[in-house]
C-alpha cells in the first residue's frame, strides 16, 4: 500500500497516529516518512500537534470538527505609506492577541509579522498585500502575501547570480538584502529560527524550515507570481527571541554568526568542485562565526574542502569555521585541507 494512502486510512480510524505507527508497517526512513507527512500537511489533509519524536498527527477534517474557532483577521492592505507596526497594532486590538498568547508568544509574533510585512512593503513593489492572522486550535498562524518581483528574484537581479536556487540559499545566510542602505536582511534569518514551522513560496520554490524536526527544505513547485509567507508557533510558546539574538550575536551586540545547511539545494550526496565552495562562501565575509552543517552530505570533494578550510580560511583568518553533522569521509577532507594551511 502507498504510504500516504496508509497515513490516512490510520489516522481516519484513530484519533491521532505517531510516526511508529507507521514505521512498524512500512519499511522505510525517518526522513522519507517525514517527507510524507509534511506534504500531507500542505495539502491540507492532516494537521500536526506536538514537536519531534512526540509529534501526533490528525486527520484534518477531524481537527476542523473539534477545534475551537479563535479570532481571525484577514484584510487587504495598500503598500504606499502602509506602516507595519500600525498593522500589528489593529490586528492585536482586534484580536485581542494578549488572551491567547503567552508573553514570549506575543513578543515573538510582532517581530516576526512586521518584518514579514515589512519586507512586503519595502522590497515586494508590489501595490498591495494580503495579511490573514488566525488563533487555530494551539497554535498562532500568519500568512503574507504579495503579487511583486518576488524574494528571490529580486536577490537574483541585485547580486546577479544564476539562479532562485542560489537566490534562496543567500538569502538564508542573513545580511543579504536588496537595499542595505536600509536594512539589515536580518529578518528573514530571525524569524525563520524562531518560528515553529515556516514557509516561503517565491517563482517555482517552496522553502520548508521545520524547527520542530529541526530541518531545512527547498522544493520545486508550480510558480507563483511575488512571494507568499506562512509562519506558525505555539500560542503559549516558550521560546526566547533574545536567547535567539544572543546565539547570533557578540558582545556588541552585533549580528557575526550565520548557520549554512549545505544540503540545501543538493539534498544529498557530495560536494566536489571549488565553484561549489565558491558559491557557498558568496557573502560569508560579513560574519565572524559560520557553522557550516553537513547532514545529509555523503561526501566533498579536494577542491571543495580546499577552498573552504584553506584558501577562504587563510583569506579571512579571523573568521571562525565550524563544520557540524560531518561523516567521516567529509571530516577526513576538512582535516586535510586544514593541515596545509600556510
Given at each position: 500500500m502507498d504510504t500516504k494512502v496508509l497515513i490516512l486510512k490510520l489516522a481516519g480510524t484513530r484519533p491521532f497516529i505517531r510516526s511508529q505507527d507507521i514505521l512498524k508497517r512500512k519499511n522505510i526512513s525517518r526522513q522519507t516518512l517525514a517527507q510524507h507527512f509534511r506534504e500531507l500537511i500542505r495539502?491540507?489533509?492532516l494537521i500536526k500537534e506536538g514537536e519531534t519524536r512526540n509529534a501526533r498527527y490528525i486527520l484534518a477534517s477531524k481537527a476542523?470538527?473539534?477545534a475551537e474557532k479563535g479570532p481571525l483577521f484577514k484584510k487587504f492592505f495598500l503598500t504606499k505609506g502602509l506602516e507595519e507596526d500600525r498593522v500589528f497594532n489593529e490586528i492585536n486590538f482586534k484580536m485581542n492577541l494578549k488572551k491567547h498568547l503567552s508573553g514570549a508568544g506575543l513578543e515573538i509574533v510582532q517581530f516576526?509579522?512586521?518584518?514579514?510585512?515589512?519586507n512586503a512593503i519595502e522590497h515586494s513593489g508590489a501595490s498591495r498585500v494580503f495579511v490573514e492572522v488566525i488563533c487555530d486550535g494551539l497554535d498562532l498562524r500568519f500568512r503574507v502575501e504579495d503579487k511583486g518581483v518576488g524574494a528571490?528574484?529580486?536577490l537574483k537581479r541585485t547580486y546577479k547570480l544564476r539562479d532562485h536556487f542560489e537566490a534562496c540559499e543567500l538569502m538564508l545566510k542573513g545580511k543579504q538584502t536588496t537595499a542595505p542602505k536600509f536594512h539589515t536582511g536580518q529578518g528573514i534569518f530571525f524569524t525563520?529560527?524562531?518560528?515553529d514551522y515556516f514557509t516561503l513560496d517565491s517563482a517555482r520554490l517552496h522553502l520548508i524550515v521545520d524547527n520542530t524536526l529541526p530541518d531545512l527544505f527547498l522544493e520545486e513547485v508550480k510558480k507563483i507570481q511575488g512571494t507568499?509567507?506562512?509562519f506558525r508557533i505555539k500560542q503559549k510558546s516558550r521560546k526566547n527571541l533574545k536567547a535567539l539574538f544572543d546565539e547570533y550575536t557578540d558582545s556588541d551586540f552585533e549580528f557575526d554568526k550565520t548557520h549554512i545547511t549545505v544540503h540545501l539545494i543538493r539534498k544529498e550526496g557530495s560536494y566536489v568542485s571549488r565553484s561549489e565552495a565558491k558559491r557557498i562562501l558568496f557573502g560569508l565575509e560579513q560574519f565572524k562565526r559560520i557553522v557550516l552543517?553537513?547532514?545529509?552530505?555523503t561526501g566533498i570533494g579536494q577542491g571543495f574542502a580546499d577552498e573552504i578550510f584553506r584558501v577562504f580560511q587563510?583569506?579571512?583568518p579571523k573568521i571562525t569555521l565550524e563544520p557540524v553533522h560531518m561523516t567521516d569521509g567529509v571530516r577526513f577532507m576538512i582535516e586535510r585541507a586544514r593541515s596545509e594551511q600556510s
Amino acid at each position: 500500500m502507498d504510504t500516504k494512502v496508509l497515513i490516512l486510512k490510520l489516522a481516519g480510524t484513530r484519533p491521532f497516529i505517531r510516526s511508529q505507527d507507521i514505521l512498524k508497517r512500512k519499511n522505510i526512513s525517518r526522513q522519507t516518512l517525514a517527507q510524507h507527512f509534511r506534504e500531507l500537511i500542505r495539502e491540507g489533509k492532516l494537521i500536526k500537534e506536538g514537536e519531534t519524536r512526540n509529534a501526533r498527527y490528525i486527520l484534518a477534517s477531524k481537527a476542523k470538527q473539534k477545534a475551537e474557532k479563535g479570532p481571525l483577521f484577514k484584510k487587504f492592505f495598500l503598500t504606499k505609506g502602509l506602516e507595519e507596526d500600525r498593522v500589528f497594532n489593529e490586528i492585536n486590538f482586534k484580536m485581542n492577541l494578549k488572551k491567547h498568547l503567552s508573553g514570549a508568544g506575543l513578543e515573538i509574533v510582532q517581530f516576526a509579522f512586521t518584518e514579514m510585512l515589512n519586507n512586503a512593503i519595502e522590497h515586494s513593489g508590489a501595490s498591495r498585500v494580503f495579511v490573514e492572522v488566525i488563533c487555530d486550535g494551539l497554535d498562532l498562524r500568519f500568512r503574507v502575501e504579495d503579487k511583486g518581483v518576488g524574494a528571490f528574484e529580486n536577490l537574483k537581479r541585485t547580486y546577479k547570480l544564476r539562479d532562485h536556487f542560489e537566490a534562496c540559499e543567500l538569502m538564508l545566510k542573513g545580511k543579504q538584502t536588496t537595499a542595505p542602505k536600509f536594512h539589515t536582511g536580518q529578518g528573514i534569518f530571525f524569524t525563520s529560527k524562531i518560528a515553529d514551522y515556516f514557509t516561503l513560496d517565491s517563482a517555482r520554490l517552496h522553502l520548508i524550515v521545520d524547527n520542530t524536526l529541526p530541518d531545512l527544505f527547498l522544493e520545486e513547485v508550480k510558480k507563483i507570481q511575488g512571494t507568499h509567507v506562512s509562519f506558525r508557533i505555539k500560542q503559549k510558546s516558550r521560546k526566547n527571541l533574545k536567547a535567539l539574538f544572543d546565539e547570533y550575536t557578540d558582545s556588541d551586540f552585533e549580528f557575526d554568526k550565520t548557520h549554512i545547511t549545505v544540503h540545501l539545494i543538493r539534498k544529498e550526496g557530495s560536494y566536489v568542485s571549488r565553484s561549489e565552495a565558491k558559491r557557498i562562501l558568496f557573502g560569508l565575509e560579513q560574519f565572524k562565526r559560520i557553522v557550516l552543517d553537513f547532514k545529509n552530505i555523503t561526501g566533498i570533494g579536494q577542491g571543495f574542502a580546499d577552498e573552504i578550510f584553506r584558501v577562504f580560511q587563510n583569506q579571512h583568518p579571523k573568521i571562525t569555521l565550524e563544520p557540524v553533522h560531518m561523516t567521516d569521509g567529509v571530516r577526513f577532507m576538512i582535516e586535510r585541507a586544514r593541515s596545509e594551511q600556510s
